[in-house]
Nanobody, 120 residues
Framework: VQLVESGGGLAQAGGSLRLSCAASGSTFDINAMGWYRQAPGKQRELVAGITSGGDSTKYADSVKGRFTISRDNAKNTMYLQMNSLKAEDAAVYCC??????????????WGQGTQVTVSS
């Protein structure tokens, strides 16, 4: 499975960005997916997660009410709509996919990351 993020860039505080994560390869093995972020000097943190069918989501407290995670399995793409951006949201955002194959193997895939910069 390969994951490619897009949509990062520069936004003003209070503005919005929409990140996308396109999956390719053995996408039928993908189960849950999530967005993580890492700012300079800080540990990587889970921003939002979504189940395989998209019926359940979870968010970090810091982004609840501002960010929305979604996925379109027909397009093998996951999204993160980020609204009301704050300076502290600036980070490299990476998508993650948890996959299981029919032999019981489990895999953890990561994208290369996309930079989000927020100007005040």
């Amino acid at each position: 499975v390969q994951l490619v993020e897009s949509g990062g860039g520069l936004a003003q505080a209070g503005g919005s960005l929409r990140l996308s994560c396109a999956a390719s390869g053995s996408t039928f093995d993908i189960n849950a997916m999530g967005w993580y972020r890492q700012a300079p000097g800080k540990q990587r943190e889970l921003v939002a997660g979504i189940t395989s069918g998209g019926d359940s989501t979870k968010y970090a407290d810091s982004v609840k009410g501002r960010f929305t995670i979604s996925r379109d399995n027909a397009k093998n793409t996951m999204y993160l709509q980020m609204n009301s951006l704050k300076a502290e949201d600036a980070a490299v955002y990476c998508c993650n996919a948890y996959a299981e194959d029919d032999r019981g193997g489990v895999y953890d895939y990561w994208g290369q990351g996309t930079q989000v910069t927020v100007s005040s």
